[in-house]
């Protein structure tokens, strides 16, 4: 699968966000971080804004549900727009009925891992989704430092998915900037979510380009023996 760059509107200028996401021109998808201050302690948009930057921009929302109860909300955002929609495993009372809804709906079906969650109870679930994101910090704040410690579960997630033959996308989202991308194409990444290093820059259309080149480096460059 080719690499593919979100950059996060966590770190954009809220007052300014229809702007902020035509900034990233090149991006494959806009990463919306939806927080509800019960599942991470940090509140920031819900549905009404989703519907307004699905009108504000030609790239594709990718819905990062930090919440608790996304049973009830995550089918919303894809009728708000959104193209791809994930939800945490740790608040997801029914998540293969939740994936099979959001894809009834038309969207993408996500679902994300906190650090301390492993991926290896949700393994039968894989076929059910079309991304999974590990969370490379603790979600809830942007500019954090990259956790290197999620490193072995990027890799043995990356296992899973070629061993049983799966497309699905494997996303990483904390931290990503231009020192730690890398580690994380060669460990099996091809989803990269990065927020300061994006909207942190001068220039974060040419942030994104320069990420996107050093993942393709790293992941052509990575001795996996099943290439994705
Ligand atoms: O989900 C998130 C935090 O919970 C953000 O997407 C993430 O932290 C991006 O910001 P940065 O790249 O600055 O770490």
Not at 134 to 161: N, S, Y
């Amino acid at each position: 699968m080719a690499v593919q760059i979100n950059p996060s509107i966590l770190s954009a200028d809220f007052a300014r966000l229809a702007d902020e996401a035509r900034a990233v021109k090149g991006a494959d998808w806009l990463h919306v971080d939806v927080m509800d201050n019960h599942f991470v302690p940090n509140l920031t948009l819900g549905v009404p804004v989703v519907e307004s930057l699905s009108r504000a921009t030609d790239t594709p929302l990718d819905c990062h549900l930090m919440i608790e109860d996304p049973d009830r909300w995550a089918p919303q955002y894809v009728e708000a727009g959104a193209g791809s929609v994930t939800f945490h495993a740790e608040a997801a009372a029914a998540p293969v009925r939740l994936a099979r809804e959001i894809r009834a709906k038309g969207a993408r079906a996500s679902m994300a891992l906190r650090p301390a969650t492993p991926i290896e109870p949700y393994e039968d679930l894989l076929p059910e989704l079309d991304m999974l994101l590990i969370m490379t910090v603790e979600p809830g704040f942007g500019g954090q430092a990259f956790l290197d410690i999620m490193l072995p579960k990027i890799r043995r997630t990356r296992e899973l998915i070629d061993r049983h033959g799966l497309q699905l996308w494997l996303q990483v989202d904390g931290g990503v900037s231009e020192r730690t991308i890398e580690r994380c194409a060669e460990a099996g990444a091809d989803v990269f979510v990065a927020g300061s290093a994006v909207y942190g820059s001068q220039d974060p259309a040419a942030a994104v380009r320069s990420l996107r080149a050093q993942a393709e480096r790293a992941t052509a460059t990575a001795a996996r023996p099943c290439a994705h």
